[in-house]
Every structure is written in structure tokens, then in C-alpha cells.
């Protein structure tokens, strides 16, 4: 169901007239018509995708929060590339990335409902990882040297803005103040959880005595931090809501690694591995679905007349695998069958 009270097209319209008024007086007009349209195009896009989204049920507020956050951050980020000095044929690539990151991190962070300062500073993080990341890859190709990729990782056009605006307030005024110019950190109200999440307290270590359940969500959180974040949502999914915000807020703890006992985090993360499924489970298991797929995209006679030249054990395991059942053979040779049977639909 569509968002009530949500007009995404307006709200990037008007996101990208104020956009308009603040880029930078020294561009020219291909960087400028660059930055206007780069906010524009994601605010609509990230707009429409939440507008149409029947997963996680955003609200108004929400939608208008993560919306604006995506443009602001795109106009930050679409400056800080033309100062750079970056060829444009590389400047897209950058910003896709960097927006489907805010995006991705957005939706995790409103879902967990976490605070709005956590929020913000969790995607400022992601933002300055997935710059980073961006320029370090142009660097590794050898299509930019370190020196550009040295002068791009400085760039901050946000933090030059801020400190702007922190040199006029201590300034002594000499007219009455201006209307504050240029993007802010976003101030909208993000909507709480009936019961708010406890602040983090991690001025001690985290000791063996804590609740067994915490001990393992921190576990979780220590190894979450070495996935990438496409998969952090897929992971979180499967935990109770309180739970993954409680995974989601140790992740970003500074240092985690040092507060925790090492020798308890082995002892649960052991404890953990002995409940979930042995890697040859999950791996037949996932052959298992693979040959159903491909099974059923087959015509039945073109399937018939495959499975009749193969050997006896072939035809075994594809049938078996069609009822959801794994015939017992070394889970290599099956992958084989497996990629042999979907390369023939």
C-alpha cells in the first residue's frame, strides 16, 4: 500500500529549488546543472522506492526523513567530487554507490527504530566508508594516482559548511541574521518505539557476568561488522526487532573489540555455531532448491528426455531433489549436476 501523505515528486522538487540557490558560486554551469540534478534524480528515486514499498511500512515522516537525508548527502557528495578534481566519466559510479548506501543503511536504521542522532551518525559513517571505498577502487585500476585520490578523501564540503556557520554565530553580529543557508543536518522528527532502546554504556568492558542473550547479540555484532552492508539487512531479518537494533547499535560502538573478553566471545560465538546447521546441511539443501527451480522451468518432456541418457544415481538425486529431499552423493558432484540442469533450461 502506497504511502498516504507522501507526494515524493513534489517533496524532490522542492528539495532541489533550495539546491539551486546554495551551489557553490564559483562552479560553472555544467558543474552546477550536475549537482541539481544528481540531488534530484535521488530524491525521486529513493522518494518512489519508499512510496511503493510494502515491506517494511514507512510512514510519512519516515519517508520524508530518509528522502531528505539522501539529498542532502547527494549534494555534499556531488560538490565534493567536482572539487576533487575526479574525472566526471567517474562521477556517477561514485554517487550511485554512495546513495544506495544511504539507502540500504536508512532503511535498517528507521526499521530498528533507533534514535535520530544514531541514525545519523551511523549513515555519516557509511557515507565516509563508501567514499573511501569509491576512490580507493579508481586508485587500485589505475585510472586516478594517490595524489588525487589523497585530495579527494580531504574533500568535506558538509564539514566546510558547518564550520561556516559556526564562525558566524560566534561572529558579532552586525545586521539582523540571516535566514541559515545551505543543507543542515536533517531535524525532523524520527518516530520513537513504544519502549526506546537503552543507551550504550561503554565506558567499561563488556564482562562474562552481562545477560547470556546480550553476550551473544554483542558476538553477533562483532561479526556483522566484516559483512557488507547489503547483507547486514538480510541477516537482521531473521532476528526479533529489539534484537537487531540492539545488534545494530553495538556495531558502530568504537572499538568493540577491545571491550569485550575474547575468550567469552569464542565460548559464544561456539555455543552459537552448535545450534545453527552444518555447512554441508545448508549447502544440500541449497542444491536441493536449485534443481526444483530449474525442474520446474523445464518442459516436462525435454525433462524426461534429460534425465533418461544420465546415470542411475543422476536421475536418483534430480527426483529426489524435486520432492525436497537430498539423495546422499559428495555435495561437489551434485552442485555439477545441479549447473548442468539449469544451464539446459
Excluded: C
Amino acid at each position: 500500500m502506497a504511502i498516504q501523505g507522501f507526494d515524493y515528486e513534489a517533496f524532490a522538487q522542492n528539495l532541489t529549488t533550495q539546491a539551486q540557490e546554495i551551489v557553490p558560486a564559483d562552479f560553472n554551469a555544467n558543474q552546477k546543472q550536475y549537482v541539481v540534478n544528481t540531488l534530484m534524480n535521488f530524491s525521486r528515486l529513493a522518494g518512489e522506492a519508499l512510496y511503493n514499498d510494502t515491506e517494511n511500512n514507512f510512514n510519512a515522516d519516515q519517508a520524508v526523513m530518509i528522502t531528505q537525508i539522501i539529498a542532502e548527502w547527494s549534494f555534499h557528495k556531488s560538490v565534493d567530487l567536482i572539487r576533487s578534481g575526479i574525472p566526471q566519466q567517474f562521477w556517477d559510479p561514485i554517487m550511485q554507490k554512495i546513495a544506495f548506501t544511504i539507502f540500504e543503511i536508512a532503511k535498517q536504521t528507521f526499521k530498528q527504530n533507533l534514535p535520530q542522532d544514531q541514525i545519523l551518525q551511523l549513515i555519516e559513517h557509511h557515507v565516509k566508508k563508501a567514499w573511501d571505498e569509491a576512490l580507493q577502487e579508481l586508485k587500485d585500476r589505475n585510472l586516478i594516482d594517490e595524489g588525487l585520490r589523497e585530495k579527494a578523501a580531504g574533500q568535506s564540503n558538509i564539514d566546510s559548511m558547518m564550520q561556516d556557520m559556526q564562525q558566524q554565530e560566534s561572529s558579532p553580529p552586525q545586521a539582523p541574521p540571516a535566514p541559515a543557508a545551505g543543507p543542515q543536518k536533517p531535524q525532523a522528527p524520527v518516530p520513537a518505539s513504544a519502549n526506546p532502546p537503552a543507551a550504550i554504556d561503554m565506558s567499561k568492558p563488556i564482562e562474562a557476568y552481562k545477560p547470556p542473550k546480550l553476550l551473544k547479540l554483542v558476538a553477533v555484532a562483532l561479526l556483522l561488522k566484516r559483512v557488507t552492508d547489503d547483507r547486514v539487512q538480510t541477516i537482521l531479518n531473521r532476528f526479533e526487532q529489539d534484537d537487531a537494533g540492539t545488534v545494530l547499535r553495538y556495531m558502530y560502538v568504537d572499538d568493540l573489540e577491545e571491550k569485550v573478553d575474547p575468550t567469552v566471545t569464542m565460548r559464544v560465538l561456539e555455543d552459537i555455531g552448535r545450534n545453527l546447521p552444518s555447512a554441508t546441511e545448508v549447502n544440500t539443501n541449497m542444491l536441493v532448491e536449485r534443481v526444483k527451480s530449474a525442474a520446474e522451468m523445464m518442459d516436462r518432456q525435454k525433462l524426461e528426455s534429460f534425465v533418461q541418457v544420465e546415470r542411475p544415481n543422476v536421475r536418483r538425486f534430480i527426483f529426489n531433489a524435486m520432492e525436497g529431499e537430498f539423495y546422499k552423493m559428495p555435495p561437489r558432484v551434485a552442485a555439477v549436476i545441479a549447473s548442468h540442469l539449469e544451464h539446459s533450461v
